[in-house]
Nanobody, 113 residues
Framework: QVQVVESGGGLVQPGGSLRLPCAASGFTFSARAVSWYRQAPGKERGLVAR????????NYADSVKGRFTISRDNAKNTVYLQMNSLKPEDTAVYYC??????WGQGTQVTVSS
């Protein structure tokens, strides 16, 4: 079965950090573009970060540059989103997308004191 599954969401205080794993099954991430999107209540889903391939550059939304990092562990067939210096406006459901393959079900991130 081809799928991607996110995890690692939760409640964190402003200034804190979270790491979101996205694990693939039924296919390999290594040759595919993988992206993280997020959707806050009442807003459209938007791109947060993209890794074009295992050996290429990454792209980030302006709002997360310098705070978020997308990375891959090919041995584990997993892509990560490391989120530092979190702000309340980062609160959203975060989705992993393997280009042309599958969306994950999403994981909730809430930044609040």
């Amino acid at each position: 079965q081809v799928q991607v599954v996110e995890s690692g969401g939760g409640l964190v205080q402003p200034g804190g950090s979270l790491r979101l794993p996205c694990a693939a099954s039924g296919f390999t991430f290594s040759a595919r573009a993988v992206s993280w999107y997020r959707q806050a209540p009442g807003k459209e889903r938007g791109l947060v970060a993209r890794s074009v391939s295992a050996y290429s550059s990454t792209n980030y939304a302006d709002s997360v540059k310098g705070r978020f990092t997308i990375s891959r562990d090919n041995a584990k067939n997993t892509v990560y989103l490391q989120m530092n210096s979190l702000k309340p406006e980062d609160t959203a459901v975060y989705y992993c997308y393997a280009s042309g393959i599958a969306w994950g079900q999403g994981t909730q991130v809430t930044v609040s004191s």
